[in-house]
């Protein structure tokens, strides 16, 4: 017989060397699914912040905006028709609510807007005359120290006014 004869442990070998080449691919396999899972998340991500810096931030400043004209400005001159505040506090406290308005609006028209969004934005400004007209009455009725016709104005045409 001139069969050359394998030496013990020969096929064993090389058994051994297809598994560890099998588990080195397999590894491998592993690695690049776990690069492409860690580019899906920051992808993610990204897009969260986006969404978070482009939708949840902006309903915020859009609340503080409604919340300034119809709530806050309409607190402070009720205060002042009921005497808690003199007519310079309320001509303080009423700048410094339309300042915070116009911050919060002008952050939130540098967003990112879609367009319906710009569509409403339109609308807004096209009602924002009133507003300011209602706004301006309020500060005249201060400045005149007209409590009465301050309460009565709030009671029958300012809220219709700030309604855009």
């Known amino acids: 017989m001139t069969e050359t004869a394998k030496p013990k442990g020969a096929r064993f070998r090389s ?32 897009r969260m912040d986006s969404v978070y810096a482009d939708r949840v931030i902006p309903i915020d400043q859009i609340k503080h905006v409604s919340d300034a004209y119809s709530v806050e400005l309409r607190h402070v001159a009720d205060d002042f028709s009921t005497g808690k505040l003199s007519a310079q506090d309320s001509k303080t406290q009423i700048d410094a609510i339309l300042n915070i308005a116009t ?24 009602a924002f005359p009133a507003v300011r007209l209602a706004v ?14 301050l309460a009565t104005y709030l009671r029958s045409d300012f809220s219709s006014a700030m309604k855009p």
């Open 103 to 126: 911050e919060k609006w002008d952050a939130y028209l540098a967003t990112y807007l879609t367009e319906e969004e710009k569509a409403k934005i339109a609308d807004v400004d096209a």
């Open 136 to 149: 301006a009455r309020i500060q005249s009725l201060i400045d005149a120290g007209n409590t009465e016709g």
């Open 15 to 46: 058994i051994s060397t297809k598994l560890m080449l099998m588990q080195s691919m397999a590894f491998v396999v592993m690695i690049g699914i776990c690069i492409a899972g860690e580019l899906g998340i920051n992808n993610i991500l990204a």
